[in-house]
């Protein structure tokens, strides 16, 4: 325990009443929701630990009671004093619950408090419980006093003498008319006070859950070193060295303290987890970049000493971290917060005391365990390795998309505006003009057009080799994006639907069966996702009674004119016949073939259960021998709605 300190009422800086926080409750607490309504008990046990932190409780008692709101928090401290404030004629007691921001004058005494994030006061924790009941054992008697809604509703009576022992209790009841909700979460709470016996090896705290009956008993006499164990466990990694390095206390300039650990793990991030006078600092702050400076200066000169370093590896501040596993605790007397929850330390001097506090101290531990040194050192060369590598691998594949998403994309290409797959079409167009065509009648945002000038090579017969040399072919692969062979990687596709756009005749479907036999080979899982089409477009063109019909083959035009005729027997009928899909006007290619709302298209399909009756009639139609292939086009051309592969 440490030296009494004596204390008296005028002790008490008074500043402010309490009705601005009934009014703006969110300003103090952050929030009227559960995280709000936790914060009373954080506010409440904080300030029992902040007796405990300066020497003067060992424990502390926590009871969510029946209701499940109302919370007592008790410490074995030398209790709130209760002499009476010079000027308000109020005990000190009733001067910190009613008072905003009031608190001891620790000026020149080393007395910490939790300050910044919590520390706003136990009279906030007043002013929102419905009802407060604060005892107090000191110098033999037992003292109280009641609250409601931050009013004393009581005066502070002595209701005991001959009392053994000191300490404070406090119990309160969050106030319905200010909170959403005001059932306190048991495992919340136990979490929390688990923490604080981490970083205070020397305290326990009792919870007990009067709801459920259970009681839990925290005390870590191993303090942060056990915290640190726990970490790594919950991390699932494992430990490159034994031992961490530990500061169990540094005293350091201005009255700051600080103690930390830290040990290199197989994880694959660092990760440490920081605290101000007990309390969480979830955004970091100055005293973990003066942890993570002090660790990187001392491992680099470690390294540059003995010479470990290698040549062509950069070791960078990040690489000496990767995988370590750290606890700081910064004892500070006027902590200073900023960031929205105020969870980040500011103050500018917590950088460089903290990393002083231990750097020279590590520095000397390497130097001292010398294979604890080499499994660190290691730790960080194969950081940095990997990092070299992992950034040569995106590299290479930066430059591969860049050169697959654009650079690469055909010359004769008119893609789409949109690039979603899912929306996107490529009409792979035979010829120079009826690309021309198509280009001027489609719908630039979602289809895409390729025309075919040159020879397309049967990938039956060619190599490998071959066939990717090949124009036409590798500027349909380009265009698709997606890969070929073994390489091809559905996800990459450009367009979800390859429709091959042919002229109705015998060289057109010779040329379809080119592309088909390619994809087969080449794309198959294209075919097998279902993203290849055959377009559909018309052979004639039938104009009767100022309408116009398209008709796909001969046998549609005289079923289109017996219709007509049977209609209206003496109309003039007028027949054209296209000889190429060149002719026709963009918008008639667009009415006919290229709106998703008028045109037919064909899905191409292994039907089940004839892959060997495919593959078969592949390698017999499109192998050396032309006369097979030759006769099936032609017969056909005459039924090409039934085109399966
Ligand atoms: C159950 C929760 N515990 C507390 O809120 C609590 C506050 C507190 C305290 C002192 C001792 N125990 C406490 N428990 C204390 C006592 C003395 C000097 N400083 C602090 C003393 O006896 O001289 N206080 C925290 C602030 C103040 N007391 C006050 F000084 F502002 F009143």
């Known amino acids: 325990m440490a030296e009494v300190q004596s204390y008296t009422g005028a002790d008490i800086q008074v500043l402010e009443g309490l009705e601005p926080v009934r009014k703006r409750p969110g300003m103090y607490i952050g929030g009227t929701g559960k ?5 009373l008990v954080w506010e409440i046990v904080d300030n029992a630990v902040d007796e405990a932190t300066n020497g003067y409780a060992t424990q502390i008692d926590v009871v969510l009671h029946k209701d499940g709101t109302t919370v007592t928090v ?8 209760v002499d009476k404030h ?55 008697a037992l003292y109280e006093q009641t609250y409601q809604r931050g009013v004393p509703v009581t005066k502070l009576k002595k209701v005991r003498s001959n009392v053994r022992g000191t300490g404070t209790t406090i119990t309160f009841t969050p106030d319905p008319e200010i909170f959403a909700t005001t059932d306190i979460d048991a495992e919340t709470i136990k979490e929390n006070l688990e923490v604080k016996t981490y970083l205070n090896g020397a305290l326990r705290i009792v919870f007990k859950n009067e709801g459920t009956g259970e009681r839990i008993e925290y005390h870590h006499e191993g303090g942060i070193t056990e915290y640190l164990d726990k970490l790594v466990a919950d991390a699932e990694t494992r430990r490159v060295h034994p031992d961490p390095f530990v500061v169990r206390q540094s005293d350091l300039d201005d009255g700051l303290r600080t103690e930390l ?37 001392a491992v680099r000169n470690y390294i540059e000493t003995h010479d470990l370093g290698q040549k062509k590896l950069d070791i960078t501040a990040d690489d000496v971290r990767e ?5 700081v605790n910064l004892y500070h007397v006027d902590p200073q917060f900023q960031g929205q929850t105020k969870e980040k330390l500011n103050n500018p001097e917590a950088r460089s005391a903290v990393s002083g506090a231990f750097r020279t101290e590590f520095e000397q531990f390497l130097n001292a365990h010398p294979s604890t040194a080499e499994a660190i050192v290691a730790r960080i060369l194969q950081a940095a390795r990997a990092r070299q590598a992992s950034r040569a691998a995106v590299q290479n594949v930066r430059r591969k998309s860049a050169v697959s998403h654009r650079l690469n994309l ?11 797959p899912t929306e996107s079409e490529l009409f792979v167009v035979e010829g120079d003009s009826a690309g021309g065509s198509a280009k001027q009648g489609r719908d630039r945002k979602t289809q895409a057009i390729l025309p075919l000038r040159g020879k397309v090579l049967n990938a039956e017969q060619a190599t490998k080799a071959k066939v990717l040399a090949n124009a036409e072919l590798s500027n349909i692969a380009d265009a698709l994006g997606c890969g070929v062979g073994e390489d091809l990687d559905v996800s990459k596709l450009r367009y979800h639907k390859v429709v091959l756009l042919m002229d109705a005749d015998a060289d057109g479907l010779h040329i379809a069966t080119l592309l088909l036999t390619f994809l087969y080979r080449y794309m198959r899982p294209l075919i097998d996702g279902g993203y290849v089409y055959i377009a559909q477009p018309p ?13 796909l083959d001969e046998a549609d035009r005289d079923k289109v004119v017996r219709r007509i005729q049977k209609k209206n027997p003496r109309t003039q009928i007028e027949v054209q016949r296209f000889k190429g899909l060149g002719e026709m006007m963009p918008a008639t290619l667009r009415e006919t073939t290229l709106d998703p709302d008028k045109r037919r298209l064909l899905q191409v399909a292994i039907p089940e259960g004839t892959l060997i009756e495919t593959e078969n009639a592949i390698s017999d139609l499109m192998g050396k021998d032309a006369a097979p ?12 709605q039934d085109l399966d592969v």
């Open 261 to 297: 650990c830290f040990v290199w793990t197989e994880a694959p991030r660092e990760s440490i987890t920081s605290f101000v006078n007990g309390i969480p600092t979830r955004d970091g702050g100055t005293h973990e970049q003066g942890l993570k400076d002090g660790v990187t200066k």
């Open 410 to 420: 055909p010359g004769k290409l008119s893609d789409c505006a949109s690039t979603d």
């Open 35 to 39: 995280a709000g309504l936790h914060h």
């Open 86 to 140: 010079p000027t308000k004629k109020v005990s000190a007691l009733e001067v910190i619950l009613t008072t905003l921001h009031a608190g001891g004058k620790f000026d020149g005494s080393s007395y910490v408090t939790s300050g910044g994030l919590h520390g706003v006061g136990s009279s906030v924790v007043n002013a929102l419980s419905e009802t407060l009941v604060a005892q107090v054992k000191r110098d033999g």
């Open 629 to 640: 292939r030759f006769r099936f086009i032609m017969d056909q051309a005459a039924t090409v």
């Open 74 to 81: 008790s410490d074995n401290g030398r209790g709130i004093p």
């Open 323 to 327: 995988g370590m596993i750290a606890v």
């Open 539 to 551: 052979l004639f063109r039938v104009d009767a009674l100022k309408e116009t019909w398209w008709a």
